[in-house]
T-cell receptor
């Protein structure tokens, strides 16, 4: 069974540009989560999508947005990139939604460097 | 607001030493608890999880964790660490809020094991 896959694995963008990161969940998983792992800041929850809808959002500005497609894959968009957006962006997926007992599984992440 | 605290940001041990990493959460309702591990250059992997039942949970690679509800704690232990346990460890709490689950991570603990 394939795990959570993310693309691209590495990218470099210039301040002010926009970036789109992509994630394919494990087959059968309907929930997709996005996390930011910046140096020294641990894992920060960004967004949670389930069944195509945004279910929850972390404490990030509106220039961080995303969506989930009918096939449950997801995109994370970041507009007007700032230097501090440089981080590893992790996507995760889980099978159960709105209930207790769901385990989430992580992809390998997309390394974003903003220069 | 829900939060997860990991007491130690950096831990250095010699091989065969015992390990205990602290994790406390702040949430009064039903929670599911997780420990994830991130080995150097690798993605996050699930180490162990607690949903219900026996509060002493055994995970992979000889790790275990004990859920103490009265202390809001879920400490990770291993009787004898190995050099290969060098990694970053994240405690996470999945709390139900408004009928939906939200996975909150602690800041992580970097463990370095010296031969």
């Amino acid at each position: 069974e394939a795990g959570v896959t993310q693309s691209p694995t590495h990218l470099i963008k210039t301040r002010g540009q926009q970036v789109t990161l992509r994630c394919s969940p494990i087959s059968g998983h309907t929930s997709v989560y996005w996390y930011q792992q910046a140096l020294g800041l641990g894992l920060q929850f960004l967004l949670w999508y389930d069944e195509g809808e945004e279910r929850n959002r972390g404490n990030f500005p509106p220039r961080f947005s995303g969506r989930q497609f009918p096939n449950y894959s997801s995109e994370l968009n970041v507009n007007a990139l700032e230097l501090e957006d440089s981080a590893l962006y992790l996507c995760a997926s889980s099978r159960l939604t709105g209930r207790s007992g769901n385990t989430i599984y992580f992809g390998e992440g997309s390394w974003l460097t903003v220069v | 607001a829900q939060s997860v605290s990991q007491h130690n940001h950096h831990v250095i041990l010699s091989e065969a030493a015992s390990l205990e990493l602290g994790c406390n959460y702040s949430y009064g309702g039903t929670v599911n608890l997780f420990w994830y591990v991130q080995y150097p250059g690798q993605h996050l992997q699930l180490l162990l999880k607690y949903f219900s039942g026996d509060p002493l949970v055994k995970g992979i690679k000889g790790f275990e964790a004990e859920f103490i509800k009265s202390k809001f704690s879920f400490n990770l232990r291993k009787p004898s660490v190995q050099w290969s346990d060098t990694a970053e460890y994240f405690c996470a709490v999945n709390a139900r809020s408004g009928g939906y689950n939200k996975l909150i991570f602690g800041a992580g603990t970097r463990l370095a094991v010296h031969p």
